[in-house]
């Protein structure tokens, strides 16, 4: 079961017509890895059509930036995350992450060509395959370890 709120993240990127793939341990879930997380977690392409479609979405949230850097093409190329927290009311203190690659992970293009789809009554939700799911979960953080088990 999605969780309301993440529902509505998901609802409003369709809306946008936002290019990104769910990942993290919101994906996990989608896979039936019991995890609960408190964000969402996409990868996007490094498009700047698309991210304004991005923009727009987060605007949609009232998404806020939480943390350095600023949503810039130019930081999501560097291959950091922009962090942000919704204070839309359907969605409100969710926090919702972007970026545009990921360490030891093929590029948004070889992830889409890959990706796994379910068909929900308010529309599609593509997220990470599996397999670039576990490489994308094979990090430092001890806490994502017993998710790939």
Do not use: Y
Request: net charge neutral.
């Amino acid at each position: 079961m999605v969780p309301a709120s993440v529902r509505f993240v998901l609802e409003t990127m369709a809306k946008r017509q936002v290019r990104c793939l769910l990942m993290g341990g919101q994906a996990c879930v989608i896979h039936g890895a019991a995890e609960f997380s408190k964000d969402i977690d996409f990868v996007v392409p490094l498009d700047e059509k698309n991210l304004d479609c991005m923009r727009l979405a987060l605007q949609d949230l009232k998404a806020e930036v939480i943390a350095i850097p600023p949503f810039e093409s130019r930081f999501l190329a560097d291959g950091l995350a922009v962090h942000f927290r919704s204070k839309h009311p359907r969605s409100n203190g969710l926090w919702i992450d972007i970026m545009t690659q990921m360490r030891n992970v093929d590029s948004f293009d070889r992830l889409w060509d890959r990706r796994e789809t379910i068909d929900t009554p308010r529309g599609p939700i593509d997220f990470l395959g599996v397999w670039d799911l576990i490489r994308a979960k094979k990090t430092q953080r001890s806490k994502d370890w017993p998710m790939i088990e």
